[in-house]
T-cell receptor, first 117, second 111 residues
């Protein structure tokens, strides 16, 4: 079956440090890959996505590249801020060759990020 | 108004009680989902619906039921709540191509 594995957390960094959160996946067919962020007391928001191999998703200084050869979608940011403190989820969704999603999201277990001033 | 609205936001209920969580959306999406979030386990799919006449079980449907009352409304019921159903519940919608929109969640505590 399909699965997503994220690096163990929690992750604690100082402001302006470099961030990497590892994500690897197992899937058949044509997976699209996502990073979602959950700020304290809120729902999930889409941070970035990539729909095919070698695509790079980016948003708010975060980046992730869809690596089919290593089945990975690691999240990176060059300089984190206190406001980036949140829970980050890697997820995948399968689609057909035409890009129509099969609908269901499969999530990793989430990584708690805390950034100190 | 939020695109996906969940009610209630918080609920404490007793073991054995029936409870309904409601979700409504203004996105115009056909597809709706209920997920459950537990610490260290991420989100897991309970039920999903691709249109009003379509209901499908997810990976953890035991102990839950759903009703798709209209394109915009999708409710989740716990027929007889038990303590291990204490969790954060999210409703979400999606189009056939494109992203998902999540509600703000319902925090349910079963005592």
């Amino acid at each position: 079956g399909n699965s997503v594995t994220q690096m163990e957390g929690p992750v604690t960094l100082s402001e302006e440090a470099f961030l990497t959160i590892n994500c690897t996946y197992t899937a058949t067919g044509y997976p699209s890959l996502f990073w979602y962020v959950q700020y304290p007391g809120e729902g999930l928001q889409l941070l970035l996505k990539a729909t095919k191999a070698d695509d790079k998703g980016s948003n708010k200084g975060f980046e992730a590249t869809y690596r089919k050869e290593t089945t990975s979608f690691h999240l990176e940011k060059g300089s984190v801020q206190v406001s980036d403190s949140a829970v980050y989820f890697c997820a995948l969704s399968l689609a057909n060759a035409g890009g129509t999603s099969y609908g269901k999201l499969t999530f990793g277990q989430g990584t708690i990020l805390t950034v100190h001033p | 108004d939020a695109d996906v609205t969940q009610t209630p936001r918080n609920r404490i209920t007793k073991t054995g009680k029936r409870i309904m969580l409601e979700c409504s959306q203004t996105k115009g999406h056909d597809r709706m989902y209920w997920y459950r979030q537990d610490p260290g386990l991420g989100l897991r799919l309970i039920y999903y619906s691709f249109d009003v006449k379509d209901i499908n079980k997810g990976e953890i449907s035991d102990g839950y039921s759903v009703s798709r009352q209209a394109q915009a409304k999708f409710s989740l019921s716990l027929e007889s709540a038990i303590p291990n159903q204490t969790a954060l519940y999210f409703c979400a919608t999606s189009a056939q191509v494109g992203g998902y929109t999540f509600g703000s969640g319902t925090r349910l505590t079963v005592v």
